[in-house]
């Protein structure tokens, strides 16, 4: 497993932009494919997008298409997801997660390796 840690979460308002990160270490971050999910207060965790092991393919959930961008830098051994046109019913918990497999999926049972999340408020 690799071990993962989330930053850049806190206040941004309806319509605004934040940039999250998530650093890595332990393994090799080039062997992992990379996700990000987030979680709501009651509710389960939401695929939000993922990237390959070289970055060169992406996935995305259909209601942040078009508005947030998952990047990966493997030399730095970071990824990020840019957030624009936030909007407040989605205040959640942020997180990084990791899998060995090169898998673009939206099932979090596939990846093993978590970030311990980072809270993204949204205010309208």
């Known amino acids: 497993q690799v071990q993962l840690v989330e930053s850049g979460g806190g206040l941004v308002q309806a319509g605004g932009s934040l940039r999250l990160s998530c650093a890595a270490s332990?393994?090799?971050?080039?062997?992992?494919?990379m996700g990000w999910f987030r979680q709501a207060p009651g509710k389960e965790r939401e695929f939000v997008a993922a990237?390959?092991?070289?970055?060169?393919?992406?996935y995305y959930a259909a209601s942040v298409k078009g508005r947030f961008t998952i990047s990966s830098d493997n030399a730095k051994n970071t990824g990020d997801l840019q957030m624009n046109s936030m909007k407040p019913e989605k205040t959640a918990v942020y997180y990084c997660?990791?899998?060995?497999?090169?898998?673009?999926?939206?099932?979090?049972?596939?990846?093993?390796?978590w970030g311990q999340g980072t809270k993204v408020p949204v205010s309208s």
């Open positions: 997660a990791a899998q060995p497999n090169d898998l673009l999926t939206m099932n979090p049972s596939s990846y093993n390796s």
């Open positions: 332990g393994r090799t971050f080039s062997n992992y494919a």
């Open positions: 990237i390959s092991c070289s970055g060169g393919r992406l």
